[in-house]
Structures are given as structure tokens and as C-alpha cells.
């Protein structure tokens, strides 16, 4: 069924990897299979198997299953508050059988072959589910019908490595879509390379791509759209993660691209600045690599940072006008119900809304820097803990009402409402 809702309740079912759950619907026990990422196909990475991510999630995620068993019940007037129903739109798997679905992006003009209240979300994987591999954008229709928006080359002139779509999309107020790329050859970070950022037109056929060496890996993307120029905010996640051979370093960082464009000249950069270095950063074999990822830029010209492996929301102010890093920013919230941020957006009250990776929370953090609620957005009790893996990027729906989410079990969007 498309509609469920989900409600408080004193004991939450946990999952051990079983094949088979068991859900109350209507009062009355439904059996399922729980289907794996990429409908049918193992939830592990191609060259880990099952015994290894096991082994991986149980000494990873020990905090993020104790925060799974707590509640943060969503304050008055914050904007999780009354949100209690999550309804699935569509599948995001294209006719080629790409998976992992990442990057989501509320379309809202009627721009080339995107038309107003469209959701275009691209996908990491292949069909053989290798991380860095996926090429695809699809177009979520406000009637739930899908099509392909793009379909990008996986080898393709210019960008380092191949193709492996990432978080790092946005759209232009001229229609250019700008989206990441950290490819891999064969789901390994062993066969990972720099990547690009990749230019479409408004019909989805590539214009362009961005590469230098301010691009390494890029993960997440923020922008601040004038018209003909932008300025865009980038994280990259594999500064000196190679070489470390699976330690954590220090390297990642947030550069700022500012942009110049017109409705029939692709963006160019003009200029480019680091904002923000010294993150954490670590390949892992579960999640690909794990630095800096989401990304909000609210008016005041803050930036906020989703700090992944230091499980906390970073600041750096002054993001659009600085001339220097702010390294690693100051901490706007840490620990809590945060469980390895991953995606966030803007809510429409000001509050900041991060995607847990480790479970399938999505938490509201006041500019303050206080946590005035969560909720379980995805509770799959195939992962342990329940939800782990499944959640990437958010982004607050066109109507202002909703939070759009990827489940990257089921690869499908959905929303929160």
C-alpha cells in the first residue's frame, strides 16, 4: 500500500535481517518480504559480503541504535509537529534498472521538459548495484507517473573517472542542472577518482562539466541563485581518503563556486574558495565514504554542514562573502538524536532538518542549536538498528507543508506529511 501512518508507541519492533516481517494494518497482521535495495538485489555492496557489512553496522552503529530506541517528541510550532503519515510517490528506478537513490529537487517553474511540482532525483548505483556507478535523473510527476530526465553517459568526456551521481544537484532559475559526480569502476573506493560536476540543459542533455582541483569527490551541494550568476556550495569527501587506507583524516571541505550564466550559455565559474576544511572523512565499505554531506544556506548567508562522522550540524558564517576558511565551523548541535547526518534542507520557520544515516530519523534543529523533534521517517526493521542506510537526502515539498525523502531500501520517494 502507498499510505501508512506511524504512531508513538512505548516499544519499538526491532529487526534482526530477516527475510519476512510482519506489519499491523487496519488491525489486521500483513506478512511481506522485505525486499533489498534495488528490488530483490542483496543490500550489500558489490565486494562485501553479507558477514563483512554485518560485522561493519554492529561496530559502527551502537550509538545509532540507542537513539533509536529514544523519542524527541516534535515541540509545538516546530515544523516536524502534526507530521505523522509518510506516503511513497513513485519508484526512482528507470527502465535501466539504476538504484540508490540520492539527490532530490523540487521543481518549480515549468523549465525545458520540468514543469511545476515535479521531483527530479538521481540515482548513485547501477542495476548491479555498485556504488558510483549510477547515471540517471528521473522525473517524479505530481501524478506519481515517471519518466527519465537524464540519462548521462558513464563515460564521459571531461569528468575523471566516469559517472556516479551524488547529492550535489540543483537547479538554476535558467533551467541548468548542476549535478555531482564521485564515479567508481566497480563500487569500490579503491577505483574511485575526483569526479566532476556535470552540466545539463533544461531538457536533460549534458552541456558541460566543472573539474579543477577544488573538486574532489563532490558529495553535497547548496546554491544561491541570482538569476545570471549563482554561487554554489560543494562538499568534497575524498581529499586524502585513498591514501589513508581506511583511517579517518581531516581533509574534507566545502569550496564556493561562484557561477555565471544565461538562459542559453551554460554556467561557467568565475571564481572558487574554500569555505570550510578540516572535516572528518573515511572510506567505508558499507556507505561508499562517509565527510561533510548536506548542506542549507539560510538568509542571513549561513551556511550550515552536515559533519557526518563528527555527528554534528557545522556553521560557517558569512558563507557567501568570506575570504577565508572557517575550518571546520563552529558547532551548532552535536550527539542527541543526530545519528551521522546526512542530507538536509530549510524548513520554512527557519529550523534546519537533518537525515540520519545510521536510522531512519529526520530531526529539527532550531538556529539556536537546540533539537525540537524528530520522527522515524523510515523504520525498516530488516537493517539494525531499524532504518539504518535508508535515508539520504531531504528537501521540503513546493506546497511547504511536506518533507520529500528517498528510502534507499525500497528506492522509492516519498513524502512526510
Keep these: 500500500m502507498s499510505i501508512h501512518e506511524r504512531r508513538r508507541c512505548g516499544d519499538r519492533r526491532r529487526g534482526n535481517r ?3 516481517a510482519v506489519a499491523m494494518v487496519g488491525g489486521a497482521a500483513l506478512a511481506f518480504t522485505v525486499t533489498a535495495c534495488g528490488g530483490g538485489q542483496s543490500n550489500t555492496p558489490a565486494g562485501l559480503d553479507t558477514s563483512a557489512a554485518q560485522s561493519i553496522n554492529n561496530a559502527q552503529y551502537s550509538a545509532g541504535d540507542a537513539q533509536a530506541k529514544t523519542y524527541l517528541d516534535p515541540a509545538p510550532g516546530s515544523f516536524l509537529s502534526g507530521k505523522n503519515t509518510v506516503t511513497t510517490l513513485a519508484s526512482t528506478t528507470p527502465q535501466n534498472g539504476d538504484v540508490n537513490p540520492y539527490a532530490i529537487w523540487p521543481v518549480t517553474a515549468d ?21 558510483g556507478t549510477g547515471t540517471t ?3 517524479v510527476h505530481p ?36 549535478v555531482g559526480s564521485l ?5 569500490k573506493i579503491d577505483t574511485s577518482a575526483a569526479g ?3 552540466e545539463l540543459n533544461p531538457t536533460g542533455q549534458v552541456a558541460g562539466v566543472v573539474t579543477g582541483d577544488y573538486l574532489n569527490g563532490p558529495w553535497d551541494a547548496v546554491v544561491d541563485d541570482q538569476g545570471d550568476t549563482a554561487t554554489l556550495f560543494v562538499t568534497n569527501t575524498l581529499n586524502g581518503v585513498k591514501d589513508a587506507k581506511g583511517a579517518q583524516v581531516n581533509k574534507g571541505d566545502v569550496v564556493r563556486l561562484t557561477l555565471h550564466q544565461t538562459p542559453t550559455t551554460a554556467p561557467t565559474v568565475t571564481a572558487h574558495s574554500v569555505v570550510a576544511d578540516g572535516l572528518p572523512e573515511q572510506e567505508d565499505a558499507s556507505a561508499f565514504v562517509k565527510g561533510p554531506t548536506g548542506l542549507v544556506l539560510d538568509s542571513t548567508g549561513k551556511l550550515y554542514v552536515g559533519d557526518n562522522l563528527g555527528n554534528r550540524v557545522a556553521t560557517v558564517t558569512d558563507a557567501l562573502t568570506r575570504t577565508d576558511s572557517a575550518g571546520s565551523g563552529a558547532t551548532l548541535s552535536s550527539g542527541g538524536q543526530l545519528a551521522n547526518p546526512l542530507g538536509m534542507a530549510l524548513a520554512p520557520n527557519g529550523d534546519v532538518l537533518v537525515a540520519n544515516a545510521t536510522n531512519g530519523k529526520i530531526v529539527e534543529i532550531t538556529p539556536a542549536g537546540k533539537q525540537v523533534g524528530e520522527y522515524f521517517a523510515n523504520e525498516d526493521v530488516a537493517q539494525d538498528p531499524p532504518g539504518n542506510g535508508d535515508l539520504f537526502d531531504i528537501a521540503v515539498n513546493q506546497t511547504k507543508d511536506g518533507i520529500l525523502l528517498v528510502n534507499d531500501d525500497t528506492n522509492t520517494l516519498s513524502l512526510l506529511h
Design 143 to 178: 501524478d506519481k507517473s515517471v519518466s527519465v530526465f537524464a540519462s548521462i553517459p558513464a563515460n564521459l568526456p571531461g569528468c575523471t573517472g566516469g559517472v556516479g551521481l551524488t547529492t550535489a544537484m540543483v537547479v538554476l532559475k535558467d533551467g541548468w542542472v548542476i
Design 196 to 198: 566532476c560536476l556535470i
Design 18 to 20: 530477516s527475510a519476512v
Design 183 to 187: 564515479p567508481s569502476t566497480d563500487g
Design 137 to 139: 535523473i528521473v522525473d
Design 111 to 131: 523549465l525545458g521538459s520540468m514543469h511545476s511540482g515535479d521531483v527530479l532525483v538521481d540515482n548513485f548505483n547501477n542495476k548491479s548495484n555498485n556504488q
